[in-house]
């Protein structure tokens, strides 16, 4: 088997040069089959920490991710997924409320993938691969091998890239780390903005069980550096409304019947001043205090 293992992608905050990089070492080593390490959405929005203010919302988050994976599944529309814990965000949001799972889609739903295998772990030829959740340390895919004693693949560290072995008389088995295909100028990442140590894009090819890693190059004057491609600049919170929110919103406007009001409570009801400077959802949600507060 010709596995390509693919980093962490956090869409909507990957790498734009990530896509290209992946298809490109799928043809080059004639992989016949793909294996994503997880976190294959962010999901800032719902994340448990403070969300970014400039950030989209869950349901523009969910737009845009779901544009994303479109292209990465018109490019690889068979291949295993490693469940990360940002895809679980959702399923762990609803478990602190008490919804049972059933009431939540499947992953293969919810990101319209019908060629994709959503697990927490899948083997092939011999070698683990899963997205890595809860390991860590200098070598986390090592650290995770030690562990399952066989030959492991991880992602979920984003600082971590390449191969470690390991070997006795009897058997020789590695980690490796895929590293990941993020951008690290995201919203969703600008936690990390002073750290000196930063995600290393890299992705992974694993011939009949042996692993070759490979960095992306992508600094500048390199093949995938982000000036090689259209970036649109990340819609904000405050200005990116979707088309079929808009569309759902103003459906629901006209199906909606007017709220009943008696002839005396109509005249206490005061005309809601809108800024015209607010996109209409800010205005919403901003406390009303005058025209232009
Ligand atoms: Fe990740």
Known sequence: MRNLAIGDIHAPCQHPGYLAFCRD??????????????????WHAISFHAAHPDAPGPSDEFELAHQEIEHWAKAFPVAKVCIGNHDERIVRLAETVNIPSRFIRDYKETWGTPG?????????????????????????????MKKMLMSTVMGHIHTASGVKWAANPQRRIFGMDTGCGIDDKAYAFAYGKHMKARSILSAGVILDGIPFPHVMPCGPGEKYHRSNYKVEETPKRSTFIPKSVVQ???????????????KAQKSKVPARPVCPDRGTRGAARAPVRGPCN
């Open 25 to 42: 070492l799928y043809e080059d080593y004639g992989c016949d089959s793909v294996t994503f390490i997880g976190d294959v959405c962010d």
């Open 116 to 144: 994709w295998d959503w697990s927490h772990e899948h083997i092939k030829d011999d070698v683990y691969y899963f997205h890595g959740t809860g390991n860590g340390g200098q070598y986390p895919a090592y650290n995770a």
């Open 248 to 262: 759902i919103v103003q459906e629901s406007k006209s199906r909606k019947a007017k709220p009943h009001v008696g």
